[in-house]
C-alpha cells in the first residue's frame, strides 16, 4: 500500500535534528511522495532546496500563507514567479484567507491572496489552498480564477458540507488531515467524506501539527510526521466504508495525477 502526503510542513524547525529518519520512517510507513509546503518566501526557498535534495520522494509548492500576507512586496511576487519555474515546485500555496487568526489585516490578505491567484493562472501549476472562518470571500475570489489553473486544492478541509458542496461545485480537489481522526471536532467530517470523489480526495498529516488522536500510543513529543498518514488514511476508508487499501489506492493515484508525480 503506496501513500502521498500532499501537505507536510517539513521546513518546520522540529524535524532539522532527525530529518533524515523522519524520512525512512515514512517510506517504512508506504508513503511514497512527501509534497513540501512553502508557505512564506524563506519557506518556499527551503521546500525547493529539500525538493530538489530529494528526487523522486520530495516535491514542493511555493507560496505565502496568509498569515504571512503582510509580508508579502513586489520582490516577493517577482520570486515566487521564479521558484514556480522549477520542475520540484508543482502548487502555488499555500495560499488563501485565515479569517480566524487575522494575524495579517482582511484587506491585505485578499490582495495577496488574489495575487498568487495571478501566478498560478499565469504560469499554468495547480493552486495548494488554505481557507479558515472566510468561506464566502475566499469563494468569491476563487471562482474569478478557477477557470484559469489546470486544477486546486481546498488542504485541510475542515468546514462544513456546504462549503464542501461549494468547492467540489468548482471541481476542486479536498485534502483531508489528521482533523478526522479527532473524536472531539472532526466528527462533522466523518459524516460526509464519502461524498467526496475519489478522484477529487487527496490525504495528508499537515506535519507536523495534527498528529492523528487514533495513534496509540501517542508519542510524548506531540509531533505529527508523514508516518503517521497512515492512520488518516484508515479512519477515512472506516468513514467512507471501503477497505483502507482501496482508500490508500485511489488517493495516491487522484495525488499523482494532480501534482505530476
Not at 2 to 18: K, M, P
Not at 97 to 102: A, F, G, Q, T
Not at 167 to 177: F, R, V
Request: proline share 5%; net charge negative.
Amino acid at each position: 500500500m503506496q501513500l502521498v502526503d500532499i501537505g507536510a510542513n517539513l521546513t518546520h524547525e522540529s524535524f532539522r535534528h532527525d530529518f533524515d529518519a523522519v524520512l525512512e520512517r515514512a517510506r517504512a510507513h508506504g508513503v511514497a511522495h512527501m509534497i513540501v509546503t512553502g508557505a512564506s518566501q524563506d519557506g518556499s526557498e527551503h521546500a525547493l532546496e529539500l525538493a530538489r535534495s530529494h528526487p523522486g520522494l520530495l516535491h514542493a509548492t511555493a507560496g505565502v500563507h496568509p498569515h504571512h500576507a503582510i509580508d508579502y512586496h513586489d520582490a516577493t511576487d517577482a520570486r515566487l514567479r521564479e521558484l514556480a519555474q522549477y520542475p520540484q515546485v508543482r502548487a502555488i500555496g499555500e495560499t488563501g484567507l485565515d479569517y480566524h487568526r487575522n494575524y495579517s489585516p482582511r484587506d491585505v490578505q485578499l490582495a495577496v491572496f488574489e495575487r498568487q491567484l495571478r501566478i498560478a493562472a499565469e504560469i499554468g501549476k495547480p493552486l495548494f489552498l488554505h481557507q479558515r472562518d472566510a468561506h464566502e470571500d475566499f469563494l468569491a475570489l476563487l471562482q474569478r480564477y478557477r477557470s484559469r489553473v489546470p486544477a486546486a486544492v481546498v488542504h485541510c478541509f475542515t468546514d462544513t458540507h456546504e462549503a464542501l458542496r461549494d468547492y467540489l461545485a468548482l471541481d476542486c480537489h479536498i485534502g483531508i488531515t489528521g482533523w478526522i481522526c479527532d473524536e472531539r471536532r472532526g466528527t462533522h467530517l466523518r459524516q460526509f467524506v464519502r461524498e467526496i470523489p475519489a478522484d477529487r480526495l487527496m490525504i495528508e498529516t499537515d506535519a507536523p501539527y495534527l498528529l492523528p488522536r487514533t495513534v496509540r500510543p501517542q508519542p510524548s513529543h506531540r509531533r505529527n510526521e508523514p508516518m503517521y498518514l497512515q492512520h488518516i488514511c484508515a479512519q477515512i476508508a472506516r468513514d467512507r466504508g471501503e477497505p483502507a487499501e482501496v482508500t490508500a489506492a485511489n488517493s495516491t493515484t487522484t495525488a499523482r495525477a494532480f501534482f505530476g508525480l
